[in-house]
């Protein structure tokens, strides 16, 4: 089964097996936003293994192993 490139590519896998994203919605439209809205779009977000089955995460993030 492919890997899907586009999503793989938003994500990142910390050294202890952690996935972070970005939150979505943040790409523009953003000045009429309030502040604490904007500042809450910059941090990322943990992706917990619990919410994905491990076919689910080959699918999406590939293969994930230490290495």
Do not use: C, D
């Amino acid at each position: 089964m492919k890997t899907n490139k586009s999503f793989s590519k938003r994500l990142k896998i910390t050294r202890k097996g952690k996935i972070i994203a970005r939150s979505p919605g943040q790409n523009h439209f953003n000045a009429k936003e309030k502040r604490s809205t904007q500042m809450g779009q910059n941090r990322s977000q943990n992706i917990s293994r619990l919410t994905m089955t491990p076919k689910v995460m080959q699918r999406y993030i590939g293969k994930i192993g230490k290495k």
